[in-house]
């Protein structure tokens, strides 16, 4: 079974990532995870200290000579803010004097609740951990995924189609979507340059009145054939793997599926997917998986929590950041008086970075499904597998 999990905190001295159950075989490109961390660093509104890290992957176990080997591959991502911090946030005893209590939490983070449950006084104990850094290690896991689904013919992408009130104005193609991980600017991730001319404005106007602001990421799997996932136990469903996935990033809020949200308001003869059956058998070349096709694809390329051959489509609502150069009203744990939440530095828009950690997690969830359907221990075997069912279902 494909698992992976996360340690350390975001001033710590590293984050660790540990993934397992991938079989061996699978090319593990270092320039490919180092790219993929650097696109969750990008985006037009981030803070000051995405200029101190430049993340990477050290690879500790689990690969030799550029392949997965079947063991747990661990890795490493130091954290450059450490040395700024060692003396302030020491793992021993440490120089309590030193220590920069966070005494007033910040509305929409975890601090008020955190420091409640944990029993400290002092929420720089609860943020280190929530802190959307320990999104870096995920992408890192979540690269290597993306190589066992890329050896198959399966790719996934991300763009933003909003921030704040602009949105995406038109439809996007997936090899558009696909393009914006070869971007030098990320800008805001957007297709479309006069929308993201509007999204850019948007953050503007949050930077300068010392304000945050959210958006929606879309995350695109294609190529994946129908059959992944399944209606028969409700722990088994993709929509509902892939939703846990998305949503257990930092600041999302909503997950969709396809056209979920419309789809609420509409009647179903304006939602569901009519199917047509093509004239001609289909061709391996033409990335087609069956002669069953349709006009488009509200349902978001799950039926039932089964992949049902077109594209995936998954989108993360994203609330806006909550700190806040303005900070809202707190209290003090001190005194318990009225202040002002705390402020040291944030970001102001992270939705492209959102997207790119929500790619990382759904790549993850498919990768886990495809290995549990397909088996095998070698990538030769799970290949084979997965080549001789996409025949089956090209013959249905
Ligand atoms: C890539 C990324 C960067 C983030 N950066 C910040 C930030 O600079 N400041 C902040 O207050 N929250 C930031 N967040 C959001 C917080 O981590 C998140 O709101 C907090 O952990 C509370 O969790 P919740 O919003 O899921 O309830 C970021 C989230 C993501 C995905
Ligand atoms: C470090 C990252 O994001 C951080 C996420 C974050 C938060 O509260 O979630 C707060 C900020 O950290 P700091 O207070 O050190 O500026 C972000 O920079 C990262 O994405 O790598």
């Known amino acids: 079974m494909l698992r992976f999990s996360t340690a350390g905190e975001s001033h710590g001295e590293s984050l660790v990532a540990l993934i397992s159950g991938l079989p061996a075989g699978v090319p593990v490109d270092q320039e490919f995870l180092d790219h993929e961390l650097w696109r969750r660093q ?144 990320v800008l805001l991730a957007c297709v479309d340059p006069e929308s993201e001319a509007r999204m850019k404005a948007e953050v503007d106007q949050a930077l300068r009145t010392g304000d945050t602001i959210g958006g929606v990421f879309e995350v695109v799997v294609h190529g994946l054939p129908p059959g992944v996932g399944t209606h028969v136990n409700w722990d088994e469903r993709l929509d509902g793997l892939l939703a846990q996935a998305v949503m257990s990033l930092q600041a999302v809020k909503a997950v969709e599926l396809g056209r979920g949200v419309t789809a609420a308001q509409s009647p179903g003869s304006k939602v569901h997917d009519a199917i047509a059956y093509e004239a001609e058998p289909v061709s391996e070349d033409a990335g087609k998986f069956t002669r069953f096709s349709r006009e488009h694809n509200n349902a978001g390329g799950i039926e039932g929590g089964i992949s049902n051959g077109e594209d995936l489509v998954v989108r993360g609502y994203l609330k806006p950041i909550s700190t806040l150069r303005r900070p809202l009203a707190s209290v003090s744990f001190e005194t318990r008086e009225t202040t002002k939440a705390a402020y040291e530095r944030s970001d102001v828009c992270v939705v492209p970075a959102a997207g790119v950690a929500a790619e990382a997690m759904v790549a993850l969830a498919v990768a886990r499904l495809v290995i549990e359907k397909f088996g095998g221990d070698s990538l030769r075997e799970l290949h084979r597998n997965f080549s001789s069912y996409c025949e089956q279902i090209r013959a249905f």
Not at 97 to 119: C, N, Q, T
């Open 42 to 185: 990008q985006g037009y509104g981030r803070g000051g200290r995405m200029r101190i890290e430049r993340d990477t992957a050290h690879i500790l176990s689990g690969v030799r000579h550029g392949k997965t080997i079947g063991s747990p591959i661990a890795m490493t991502l130091a954290n450059r803010d450490w040395k700024n911090w060692e003396e302030i946030l020491p793992v021993g005893e440490g120089d309590a004097e030193k220590h920069k209590a966070v005494a007033s939490p910040r509305p929409g983070h975890a601090d008020l609740a955190g420091a409640l449950k944990y029993d400290f006084k002092d929420a720089r104990y609860i943020l280190e951990r929530a802190s959307a850094r320990e999104s870096a290690a995920r992408v890192a896991c979540g690269a290597i995924a993306k190589l066992l689904l890329r050896a198959l013919g399966v790719e996934v992408a991300s763009h933003v189609v909003r921030v704040g009130s602009a949105e995406l104005s038109r439809e996007a193609s997936f090899a558009e979507i696909a393009a914006i991980a070869q971007r030098e600017d």
